[in-house]
Each structure stands twice: as structure tokens, then as C-alpha cells.
């Protein structure tokens, strides 16, 4: 199978949507590969799930899934009949039998992390100063602006679902590992890499490397179609 012939699936992050990928579609555009991304409701594990597989569906043909953070969950319960790769940006992988809350505590947080909880509505928010301090602080004013407009808060049904066996049990795996994330520590994404046997590729970026430095995230995903 030629590279030409897989379309690039892009799963996005909790408090984030389709839009967070959009400097990394372009670079993919102008690499001449076709790319799609998936819009997550983020209101439970099975319906982020459904979602995406809608969207393999709909491309109707082989493809590689890229996912940022809770969506590394996601793309690991996806229908694999089309899955030729996976790639993963300061992504969360979780076990058989993990929870995303597992692996996002494995380790205390960074200083500089913002505290979560789950409001009323059992939806858990990102406060809009975080954006700047932890989820992209290489990014620059307007992005923040952006990433706190857009943000779309995740529901504690999203991320306390035992997973059951993972697909990078059974696809080759490349991970992008951001050196310097306050939110997901470097340490706890290479242990999540090296249980893969991801390829593994790492940089000195924030959690949000898609914003600020989307030239690494499109050579890692270009990396796991041509792999």
C-alpha cells in the first residue's frame, strides 16, 4: 500500500476541538496528504469512540490515526478493520483494564498544572489562564485567546472507562513526546511510549505542540504513514 492511498484521522484533546489541528492540516495539505479531523463530543468514552469511527467510515479507505492527550484513548478503542498506524501526541494510552484517569495521575502534577474538577454537570472545565500557563505556554496571546474561547470541557464519563484491549496492541505506534508538557509529565509519556514499543521521537515542546510547533506533529504523523 502506497502512502497516497491512507487518509490521516486527527482525534483532538479534552478542551479542545477539531480546530486545534488546523496549522497541522495545512502542513499535511502541502505534503499532498489527505487529512480529516474528528469532532469529539466529550461527554462520554462511548460516544468519543462513536464519533470517530463515524469519521473512518465516512473516508472510506485505509488510515492512520493521529490523536493529542485524552483522544490517545480514543483512537486505541477504535474499529480497527481500517487502522494501518497510530501516532501519538503527548497522547494518553491506557491499558486493558486502565482508566484515562489512571494514566493521567500516575505521577504527581506539574506546579504550574490548574486544578480540575468536575462542576454541577459533572463536565470538567479548563480554566481560561491555564491555557497560557499550562496547556500552551509556547503559544502565543491569540492562541490562548482562541484555545479559551473554543474549549469544549470533558465529561468524568469520558475519562473513567476501563479500556478494554487496546488497538496499539496490534498497530505499529509512533509518539511525539513533549519534553517540557505541564500537563501530561514527559516521564509518564515515555513510560506510556515504551509499553507501546512506539517509535518514539522527542522535543522540546509544550502540551499543545500542534499550536506552536505543528512542523514536529506533521513529520511524526507523515513518519507513521510512510512507516
Known amino acids: 500500500m502506497s502512502a497516497g492511498e491512507i487518509t490521516v ?14 496549522r497541522v492540516v495545512e502542513g499535511l495539505r ?11 463530543p466529550l461527554t462520554s468514552f462511548d460516544e468519543d469512540v462513536a464519533a470517530l469511527n463515524r469519521v473512518i467510515r465516512r473516508v472510506d479507505g485505509p488510515v492512520v490515526l493521529a490523536a493529542h492527550a485524552y483522544a490517545g484513548a480514543v483512537i486505541g ?5 481500517a487502522v494501518h498506524g497510530l501516532a501519538y501526541v503527548a497522547a494518553l ?6 482508566t484515562v484517569v ?22 470538567i472545565w479548563m480554566p481560561d ?39 496499539w496492541r496490534d498497530r505499529p505506534t509512533w509518539y511525539l513526546v ?5 500537563m501530561i509529565l514527559a516521564d509518564n509519556q515515555r513510560f506510556m511510549a515504551g509499553r507501546m514499543g512506539a517509535t518514539v521521537v522527542s522535543h522540546a515542546v509544550d502540551h499543545a505542540p500542534m499550536v506552536a510547533r505543528p512542523d514536529l506533529v506533521t513529520q511524526l504523523i507523515l513518519d507513521a504513514v510512510r512507516g
Open 129 to 167: 489562564s491555564a491555557f497560557a500557563t499550562a496547556f500552551a505556554p509556547q503559544a502565543d496571546a491569540a492562541d490562548h485567546a482562541l484555545l479559551a474561547a473554543v474549549q469544549k470541557p470533558i465529561a468524568l464519563a469520558s475519562i473513567t472507562k476501563p479500556m478494554a484491549r487496546p488497538l
Open 9 to 22: 484521522v486527527l482525534a483532538h484533546g479534552a478542551w479542545a476541538d477539531g480546530s486545534s489541528w488546523a
Open 102 to 123: 489512571d494514566v493521567f495521575y500516575r505521577a504527581d502534577p506539574h506546579p504550574l498544572a490548574p486544578k480540575l474538577a468536575p462542576d454541577a454537570d459533572g463536565l
Open 178 to 182: 513533549a519534553e517540557d508538557d505541564r
Open 77 to 81: 478503542a477504535a474499529s480497527p478493520d
Open 30 to 40: 502541502q505534503a499532498g496528504q489527505r487529512a480529516v479531523a474528528a469532532q469529539l
Open 93 to 98: 494510552t491506557p491499558d486493558e483494564g486502565e
